[in-house]
């Protein structure tokens, strides 16, 4: 009974699919989260009667054969870039990218790592670092002394000093972007690190051609919609529910034919 098989191909398909739905709930307000979907392909198909076979010594073909097809399995679960809401949260060090690029963490073992969650924090040295204290390439200081420190849309930052009128540069942000962003690996904490699918980190300053902006005082929220999420778990729920039916109806047929004297 084929089907048995074909319908548990299909369940463990769905459950993997509230799986990912889970995930994305549950990071509905983490910052700059990116929501997740998973990509199914169908399994082989076994040939009971092939396609363009010879049905005849005149030269005749078979026009469509007959194919049963093995299921479905999960070909990749995919990161949906798009753009976030941004929050204003009047926080110095709180900071949103408008457009492309990543934020670039220098991380303890000497991995570069890339983040687009901009809640930066100051170490005890003065070290622009991330909530886990990661510095923030390419490791800006702010002098003890500073009473104020503003950044431009261009990544420029600058500090207010006290008893300076002029604003003293500290040195300039970079962003990172890539060719295929979506095969960049996730490590946890917000942070991301470049694969051979992703392709080499492509460097520059905000505003350059191609990188997005810096926004001060911004946060970019969570792309996880939660109309949409909760429409793709009701269907991921009826799809599983469907594919129990079928294994269901498998068995009763099977129970069937045993029955039989």
Do not use: C, W
Request: aromatic fraction near 6%; avoid cysteine; charged fraction near 15%.
């Amino acid at each position: 009974m084929r089907a048995l098989s074909v319908a548990a191909t299909g369940m463990m398909a769905q459950q993997l699919h509230v799986e990912v739905i889970a995930n994305n709930i549950a990071n509905m307000t983490t910052t700059g989260y990116k929501r997740h979907r998973p990509e199914f392909q169908d399994l082989l198909y076994q040939s009971e009667r092939r396609i363009g076979a010879a049905s005849s010594q005149n030269g005749t073909v078979v026009p469509a054969g007959v194919q049963l097809g093995l299921g479905v399995k999960t070909a990749a679960v995919y990161r949906v870039n798009e753009q976030g809401p941004l929050v204003n949260t009047e926080n110095t060090l709180d900071l949103a990218i408008q457009g492309e690029g990543f934020f670039v963490v220098e991380l303890p073992d000497g991995r570069i790592a890339y983040t687009r969650s901009g809640n930066f924090q100051l170490s005890p040295e003065g070290t622009i670092v991330t909530a886990d204290g990661y510095t923030v390439s390419p490791g800006i200081t702010v002098p003890a002394d500073a009473v104020d420190i503003s950044i431009n849309a261009e990544g420029g930052i600058y500090a207010k000093i006290r008893g300076q009128v002029e604003l003293q540069p500290l040195g300039q942000l970079q962003l990172a972007r890539f060719v295929n962003p979506a095969g960049l690996e996730e490590i946890g904490g917000n942070l991301l690190v470049e694969t051979p699918a992703s392709g080499p980190a492509d460097l520059g300053t905000p505003g350059s051609d191609g990188f997005g902006t810096v926004l001060q005082g911004f946060l970019e929220n969570s792309n996880v919609n939660p109309v949409q999420e909760i429409t793709a778990l009701i269907t991921a729920q009826r799809a599983y529910e469907m594919n129990s039916k079928v294994i269901r109806a498998a068995d009763e047929m099977m129970a069937a034919t045993n029955q039989m004297r």
